[in-house]
């Protein structure tokens, strides 16, 4: 087994669906420019409200990804 070595990063998603779309949404668009991602940990979830409803909510994520060597 290698020993490996992490890098953070930390991205918000959006969505107007719900929690586990926005996390989705984020890990999909970090994964077009960040290699190597391999885990996530939410951090805070906040939402937007509009005329009394949820009109989205944002959670914010750090990511893992593995260092090249």
């Not at 087994?1 to 930390?10: A, G, I, W």
């Not at 719900?18 to 906040?46: L, M």
């Not at 409803?53 to 593995?66: C, D, E, M, N, S």
């Amino acid at each position: 087994m290698n020993d490996h070595v992490y890098r953070l990063s930390e991205v918000v998603g959006s969505s107007t669906t719900g929690v586990d779309d926005a996390i989705r949404t984020a890990i999909t668009r970090a994964s077009r420019t960040v290699r190597n991602i391999e885990w996530f940990e939410v951090q805070e979830v906040r939402g937007h409200v509009s005329e009394g409803q949820v009109a989205h909510v944002q959670v914010t994520l750090k990511i893992g990804f593995r260092v090249e060597d």
